[in-house]
């Protein structure tokens, strides 16, 4: 029979898993407190959380949710990065941190009701952010909508050229 302190904490990772778009496992084993401090940090600015929970409760979680349990990533300690509205900034944030530390291991996780892998995840941080992406858009209709008033221009401006050279023709005869 689960005790009270696994049930509270049960139902806080069920509030952490509703509404996340993206959750992240990663293994710190190794990171000194100063190290994990500063992966909250970066995970924080990404618009993510970062937590530790057993995994026998994060299991139940995922098999109360329906969704898949990763039981082949809920070995050894593990830290969940529960990722909001942008996924690949929290997913960049975890791969930058990984680079330039060797000890944290990035697990895989879920995205979308669906286990990804490592690499899948490491794929998903590499994608231009939220701002890139809307920028890009932004400049791709900027440019259509520059094409088209210089389209539409040139049609005014073609037939006055032509009106001018007939009546120059006109003239000279």
Do not use: C
Request: hydrophobic letters at 50%; zero cysteines; aromatic letters at 4%.
């Amino acid at each position: 029979m689960p005790n009270a302190q696994n049930k509270e904490m049960l139902s806080n990772i069920q509030a952490d898993l509703d509404g996340v778009t993206a959750v992240w496992v990663v293994d710190y084993r190794g990171l000194t407190v100063k190290e994990v401090e500063v992966l909250r940090g970066a995970v924080r600015e990404a618009g993510a959380t970062m937590k530790v929970y057993k995994n026998t409760l994060m299991h139940l979680a995922l098999k109360q949710a329906d969704l898949p349990t990763l039981d082949d990533m809920l070995k050894g300690p593990s830290a969940f990065i529960f990722a909001g509205n942008d996924v690949a900034a929290a997913a960049k944030a975890v791969k930058e941190f990984a680079k330039t530390n060797d000890k944290l291991e990035i697990k895989g996780g879920l995205m979308e009701g669906a286990a990804v892998t490592p690499a899948e995840v490491e794929a998903i941080a590499s994608l231009p952010s939220r701002e890139e992406l809307m920028a890009k858009i932004a400049g791709a209709i900027s440019g259509v909508a520059r094409g088209l008033a210089v389209a539409l221009n040139g049609v005014p401006s073609g037939l006055a050229q032509v009106t001018k050279a007939v009546a120059d023709q006109k003239e000279a005869a």
